[in-house]
């Protein structure tokens, strides 16, 4: 799962939400010395990874994915996730999308001061170009993927991702429809027990 469906299984509170969307970011220790219920956050997004990366229909698009881009299979899900979320947002939520952005972005704003400066800072430039919003095209997945190959040591293995996508869409539509509502139950469940 990538940064739109991080944002969007926190649910309103801002403490969750930027929590969350750092966690990737973090440092364990630089995570332990949040507060308490951004620690919270933290804990959900570990949970969202773990039950991601378990879940057979997932797994199933790994195996798709992994025949022509290998070993970045399972990233380029996540990011594509943010797509299938996206076109298809009013099956999982009857919040707008501008609205749960917004959402975040003030989130990032008020609970931001928490974070390492130079993560904060990164985060505002994301917020500045609307970046939530950016998953929800191919022309704004090519991007993301383009940004991405500039960190790998093999880039090679991201040629014609799009065109991969594009191709298996309806299959990976279909895992996402499945998958995505048993990870919302499994979340709110996750936070109503503790997370902890």
């Known amino acids: 799962m990538n940064h739109l469906a991080h944002t969007h299984l926190s649910g309103s509170d801002p403490e969750l939400i930027v929590g969350n969307l750092s966690a990737d970011y973090l440092r364990k220790r630089e995570s332990l010395e949040l507060p308490l219920k951004l620690q919270d956050g933290v804990a959900l997004h570990r ?8 879940h057979p229909d ?19 899900f996540d990011i594509y996730c943010d797509y299938l979320l996206a076109t ?13 952005a917004e959402r975040a972005y003030e989130a990032i704003y008020t609970q931001g001061v928490h974070l390492p400066a130079d993560l904060f800072n990164r985060f505002k430039r994301m917020v500045s170009s609307d970046w939530l919003r950016q998953y929800g095209s191919y022309e704004g997945q090519a991007f993301v993927f383009e940004r991405f190959g500039k960190r790998l040591s093999k880039p090679e293995l991201l040629t014609g991702v799009i065109d991969t996508l594009r191709a298996n869409e309806q299959v990976f539509a279909k895992a996402f429809s499945t998958f995505y509502p048993w990870m919302q139950k499994s979340c709110k469940e996750k936070l109503a027990t503790g997370l902890g």
């Open 47 to 54: 949970h969202i990874d773990h039950s991601t990366d378990n």
């Open 58 to 76: 997932i797994r199933g698009a790994w195996a798709i994915l992994r025949t022509k881009h290998g070993k970045y299979a399972s990233v380029i």
């Open 88 to 100: 298809r947002w009013h099956q999982f939520e009857s919040d707008s999308i501008e609205l749960v």
